[in-house]
């Protein structure tokens, strides 16, 4: 059976497609099949009339992999906003059941699966009868996260914020991801080690902008 991550960050515009990216690209480059999924995506490109995964498109792309993007995400949104409202402006109700469904189909593809959120921890993704919360499909997939986080000023409270409701959820953390990380910086030196001090999860990698690899992920690989 297939296994996989899911990688979730401590708000929007992070860099979850970005580190979700390298991660496959890195995993591939070691000699393993991996893949990508992403449960609901909002913001779609337009393309000659169609709808675009641009985020699937992307990881796609990145590591090398020749496949359609619109088979490895189960709702494509053209609506820049949270996917629960995304999903009711086009009458498309986001349901779990669908979520499995191809979670497992894509698992018989790969030999281990990136699959990544939308927006952060607390992403809603279906608000009506059928409550359904970002959390709800990590449980559901049976996955332990990555956090993505920013490296820039605010991140330790953000970071912690997240921790902690994983933590309620009784989610498992592999890890945390610090993005856009500058290795000179005093303030982000600090904040990686301070994040590691306040939750007890380890920083197993940090990527600086631009960068087209990712290191440090041994915890993750030594289980494929």
Request: proline residues 3%.
């Amino acid at each position: 059976m297939a296994k996989g991550i899911f990688i979730t960050a401590t708000g929007t515009d992070v860099g979850k497609t970005y580190i979700s990216a390298l991660i496959v690209k890195k995993m591939r480059e070691l000699g393993y099949n991996c893949g990508y999924f992403k449960p609901a995506l909002s913001g779609a490109e337009i393309v000659n009339g169609k709808l675009i995964p641009g985020d699937c498109d992307y990881v796609l792309k990145k590591s090398g992999i020749n496949l359609n993007p619109e088979n490895y995400v189960s709702y494509i949104f053209k609506e820049a906003v949270s996917p629960h409202l995304a999903s009711e402006i086009e009458n498309n109700p986001i349901k779990i059941e669908k979520i499995k469904t191809d979670f497992e189909r894509i698992k018989k593809e790969f030999d281990y699966v990136v699959i990544e959120g939308a927006g952060g921890i607390c992403c809603p993704f279906n608000l009506r009868e059928d409550k359904l919360m970002l959390p709800d499909i990590i449980k559901a997939l049976d996955l332990d996260i990555i956090i993505v986080s920013d490296a820039e000023l605010g991140t330790i409270n953000s970071t912690i914020l997240t921790v902690e409701y994983a933590k309620q959820q009784h989610i498992n953390i592999k890890g945390i991801v610090l993005n856009r990380y500058d290795e000179k910086n005093f303030m982000q030196q600090d904040n990686k080690k301070q994040i590691e001090n306040l939750t007890g999860i380890k920083v197993i990698s940090t990527v600086s902008k631009n960068d087209n690899d990712i290191y440090d992920l041994s915890k993750i690989f030594k289980e494929v």
